[in-house]
């Protein structure tokens, strides 16, 4: 038996699994009692940016046009993941260090300072970005994050040569 998804359904698993590693990482946050650093928030977000990608890509027919925003897009979102997820890799095997002074939280930083600013300091990281707070057998969450940036990448090249 051939099992053959088609252009809509592969966008729309791609959106409920993007969304369902969201729902996981609240899950485990809030299970754990962990406090997720800025890094964290911004893979968070990001999965959200892509699965809202998949999720409208998948309202389109494949044509050629919308195949090459469709990659050009997806391909531009879950790369920045990939980014932030190895800058998060390379704070906690401390190959990059962070001053502790900077682990602000998130709801103080948008309070007090300008939305530029903010972002500033949100990208930048924080203190608590290097410690390893849980794992999945042995595979910490930024890890993790990077495995799934990169299956979306190859999910998104996979579209784009399939149909």
Partial sequence: MKFNLSFKVINLLAALF????????????????LEPCPLCITQRIIFIVAGSAFFFF??????????????????LINFTGVVFSVRHILIQSKIISVP????????YMFDSFPLSEAFELL???????????????GVTLPQLALLNYLLFVFVTIYIYKKY
């Fill in 100 to 107: 502790a002074e900077c682990g602000l939280d998130l709801g």
């Fill in 18 to 33: 993007s969304f369902f590693l969201v729902v996981a990482a609240l899950y485990i946050q809030n299970r754990f009692q």
């Fill in 58 to 75: 998948s309202f389109f027919s494949p044509l050629k046009i919308i195949k090459i925003f469709h990659l050009i897009a997806l391909l």
């Fill in 123 to 137: 990208f930048r990281g924080a203190g608590d970005c290097s410690t390893i707070d849980w794992t999945l057998f």
